[in-house]
């Protein structure tokens, strides 16, 4: 199983990026996955989850209007569309996938067996 991020940069207050999350080695339609970030000195942090088949999402209330996660099963691939970003957005973002095949969401650190390497953003003028 591989998990690869990418897009993240440098990008000035209310600007926007989006984030991608290239899987392989396993059959990606059938996970949930979701997106975590992790500042410095703070804990990782859910930012958003999405079921198999996109039917169902859900947000940290810190981004709900802000971050549109998606995924395109097609091509193993999740995307973070980031809009509005503010400087307490910086962080290391991270994809998880999770362990158990289920139509549902996943919020639990412990329920995430695979993660990738993270891509850095950073909200600053």
């Known amino acids: 199983v591989q998990l690869v991020e990418s897009g993240g940069g440098l990008v000035q207050p209310g600007g926007s990026l989006r984030l991608s999350c290239a899987a392989s080695g396993f059959t990606f339609s059938e996970y949930p996955m979701s997106w975590y970030r992790q500042a410095p000195g703070k804990e990782r942090e859910l930012v958003a989850a999405?079921?198999?088949?996109?039917?169902?999402?859900d947000y940290a209330d810190s981004v709900k209007g802000r971050l549109t996660i998606s995924r395109e099963n097609a091509k193993n691939t999740m995307y973070l569309q980031m809009n509005e970003l503010k400087a307490e957005d910086t962080a290391v973002y991270y994809c998880?996938?999770?362990?158990?095949?289920?139509?549902?969401?996943?919020?639990?650190?412990?329920?995430?067996?695979?993660w990738g390497q993270g891509t850095q953003v950073t909200v600053s003028s």
């Open positions: 999405i079921s198999r088949l996109s039917g169902v999402e």
């Open positions: 998880a996938k999770g362990k158990r095949r289920r139509n549902g969401l996943v919020f639990q650190l412990s329920e995430f067996d695979y």
